[in-house]
């Protein structure tokens, strides 16, 4: 296991699951028991730690992101949108961290797209302390009742102990099996993926077998304005995505690729983005394209008999 503060690290491609709250809440603990079903102390995670496992049949990418402030303002955000799950834990023998954590929740569950669906999972941890506040009293403290204002949402608490391992297996069977409804609905189809440098030259294109030419020309067409963006206003990324027709267009930039997807206009924008950011960092280190066609092929997960293939490398 390694720490980063900044990179995103994917090994496997798995469902997107983001374990956050405030240091010492019992994050890392609940990683461990995931993997290894027992209790270790563990240190703060400094920036996040990733772990890819099975829950059951269901495949995990796991995030453990650091609690501390200066994790929670730079790389939450970029973490919690991705994610289709976010599990929050609070120490619920710390009274006196309950205000920040009511904040921290909120402002994280405020980040998610209303348009897409996703799951929360609170933990009360620590139940085998004397001082651990009952489960009500937490729910009400921090207001998780509104949570049924979120009509996209799907949430359950639980009362843990990662020491003893209360509740651990039934919060475990309710996220597995959420978790894998869930990614069953939001799975996207891409009609059209390039990857071009940053000045517009297409490196690699698949396209749909059957797909009308104009949806093509379009993302071609935003990829140029990405790149014009870049040499007038010395940035990238003023535009991430746009709907037009039965079309949603998805565009994301760095200081050497553009990456544009086409998908239907009822998938979600957010797991192609997800996608094309896993691209993005397997892309970028990048000397040899020769393996580039075998990895978009492999994390859009298609079959190139529907496809056309076009490719601006040798």
Known sequence: MKNTTTEMKFDKKGIPLVIIGLSQAGKSSF???IMTDKFEETRPTLGLQFETTDIGDARFDIFDLGGHVSYRKTIWESYVKLAYGLVFIIDSADPDSFDEAKEEFW???DLKDNRDEFLIMFLCNKSDLKESQDLEVVINHLNLYNLVEKSNASYQFFKTSMKTGENID???KWLKNNTAKLATKRKIDPLMFMIADIDG???LEIDKIGLEEEP????GFLAAIESFSQRLFGKTGMLQYMVSGDFKYIIKTDEKYIYSMI???DESQQEARREIDLLNELVKPMEDFSILESIVV???NIDL???VIQKGFK
Not at 216 to 219: E, K, P, V
């Open 31 to 33: 990683v461990k028991r």
């Open 107 to 109: 402002r994280i569950i």
């Open 170 to 172: 039934n919060a475990l």
């Open 201 to 203: 030259f297409p490196l």
């Open 216 to 219: 093509s020309l379009l993302a």
């Open 263 to 265: 998908i239907s206009k």
């Open 298 to 300: 492999q994390v859009l």
């Open 305 to 307: 008999s529907d496809y």
